[in-house]
T-cell receptor
Framework: GAGVSQSPSNKVTEKGKDVELRCDPISGHTALYWYRQSLGQGLEFLIYFQGNSAPDKSGLPSDRFSAERTGGSVSTLTIQRTQQEDSAVYLC??????????????FGPGTRLTVL | GEDVEQSLFLSVREGDSSVINCTYTDSSSTYLYWYKQEPGAGLQLLTYIFSNMDMKQDQRLTVLLNKKDKHLSLRIADTQTGDSAIYFCAPVQMASGGSYIPTFGRGTSLIVHP
């Protein structure tokens, strides 16, 4: 079956504009994660969805960042009033539910965001 | 929060063994993952170890865990040019929101030359 897909693959925007990034997880995966990978840095956790539970938003860097997951499947990460420091690759991953982190994450190819 | 450190680069000759090291700070980490990212591709799980183990072997891969020193290593035997990639250490810890989330290091670029 298909893996995790993300769109767009590249996004260039102007400072101050809003952007939406989309993630389609693997069918049947109830867990979905968003990460940010800045140049030369590790993956920074942003937000985690698990089934119908309230999302873990503890990694979101500011209130300009938000994410939704509709119908337990597709997720959208929204960045409002983008800043140049938001430029990064945004990665989405999905997994089956696991106990205390015992679940392999399947990553999408990422969306490269460039804020001019 | 968790801090994960890896050296940024490792260069080895084809056929030699590679050892990629990782140190972390959260002693309550449950699972410790190694992910691989090949050029132009997404991250893929390579192997993992549960925190109550000290060694795991999987074909050419050997994972060693020293919980006391919070040190994790990945050894690749008979390294091939196809092993050239970025390797990420990712121990799982509880995030401040209560979920178990892998924390990724910056990754080690493994360069294999003939």
């Amino acid at each position: 079956g298909a893996g995790v897909s993300q769109s767009p693959s590249n996004k260039v925007t102007e400072k101050g504009k809003d952007v939406e990034l989309r993630c389609d997880p693997i069918s049947g995966h109830t867990a979905l994660y968003w990460y940010r990978q800045s140049l030369g840095q590790g993956l920074e956790f942003l937000i985690y969805f698990q089934g119908n539970s309230a999302p873990d938003k503890s990694g979101l860097p500011s209130d300009r960042f938000s994410a939704e997951r509709t119908g337990g499947s597709v997720s959208t990460l929204t960045i409002q009033r983008t800043q140049q420091e938001d430029s990064a690759v945004y990665l989405c991953a999905s997994s089956l539910p696991g106990v205390r982190g015992s679940n392999e994450q399947f990553f999408g190819p990422g969306t490269r965001l460039t804020v001019l | 929060g968790e801090d994960v450190e890896q050296s940024l680069f490792l260069s080895v000759r084809e056929g030699d063994s590679s050892v990629i090291n990782c140190t972390y700070t959260d002693s309550s980490s449950t699972y410790l993952y190694w992910y691989k990212q090949e050029p132009g591709a997404g991250l893929q799980l390579l192997t993992y170890i549960f925190s109550n183990m000290d060694m795991k072997q999987d074909q050419r891969l050997t994972v060693l865990l020293n919980k006391k020193d919070k040190h994790l290593s990945l050894r690749i035997a008979d390294t091939q040019t196809g092993d050239s990639a970025i390797y990420f250490c990712a121990p799982v810890q509880m995030a401040s929101g209560g979920s178990y989330i892998p924390t990724f290091g910056r990754g080690t670029s493994l360069i294999v030359h003939p």
